[in-house]
T-cell receptor, first 112, second 113 residues
């Protein structure tokens, strides 16, 4: 059974500083997705990582995938308040017919 | 551009009542999904439909049924609601399940008393 772990589950960030959050998964996969959810809202797609070594950047966020280590990182550069949200990674297990499995999410809070 | 539309937005049921959550997408997507979100649990897959005419169980299918009415619509039915089914339900769709992200609806907040 595929397990997806995110840590930490909550992170208080100071404005202007850099941070990294992690997503680990337990079985073979070469497809990983990052989503953002604002409180009380739906999920929106941030990044789609489809191969080992994939790196995607959007604004202050950069995501990467290491399929050998079964690890994805989301790096935050110079945190700003607008980045406060919950971030989910989701993994598509190879050959499992798209039963996309989500982590429990990391809630980021940016303070002045 | 509506995307994925879910109805209703909110619902309160008594234990034992039944209801159907509706989901429709206008993006000509092939695959559709139902997830539930509970505090601290992330999203858990209830059922999915890889293409019109097919449905499969996800991680937590007990107590639910689904119907892929056509390519646009995928409904979730609770036959006899239980308090454990209190949750936020999200419908999602994708064009190509191997490379495309999911597009989510705005969710249905269901409370079972």
């Amino acid at each position: 059974e595929l397990k997806v772990e995110q840590n930490p589950l909550f992170l208080s960030m100071q404005e202007g500083k850099n941070y990294t959050i992690y997503c680990n998964y337990s079985t073979t996969s070469d497809r990983l997705y990052w989503y953002r959810q604002d409180p009380g809202k739906s999920l929106e797609s941030l990044f789609v990582l489809l191969s080992n070594g994939a790196v995607k950047q959007e604004g202050r966020l950069m995501a990467s995938l290491d399929t050998k280590a079964r690890l994805s990182t989301l790096h935050i550069t110079a945190a700003v308040h607008d980045l406060s949200a919950t971030y989910f990674c989701a993994v598509d297990e190879t050959g499992a017919n798209s039963k996309l499995t989500f982590g429990k999410g990391i809630t980021l809070s940016v303070r002045p | 551009n509506a995307g994925v539309t879910q109805t209703p937005k909110f619902q309160v049921l008594k234990t034992g009542q039944s209801m159907t959550l509706q989901c429709a997408q206008d993006m000509n997507h092939n695959s559709m999904y139902w997830y539930r979100q509970d505090p601290g649990m992330g999203l858990r897959l209830i059922y999915y439909s890889a293409s019109e005419g097919t449905t499969d169980k996800g991680e937590v299918p007990n107590g639910y049924n689904v119907s892929r009415l056509n390519k646009r619509e995928f409904s979730l039915r609770l036959e006899s609601a239980a308090p454990s089914q209190t949750s936020v339900y999200f419908c999602a769709s994708t064009r190509d399940r191997t490379i495309s992200p999911l597009h989510f609806g705005n969710g249905t907040r269901l409370t079972v008393t």
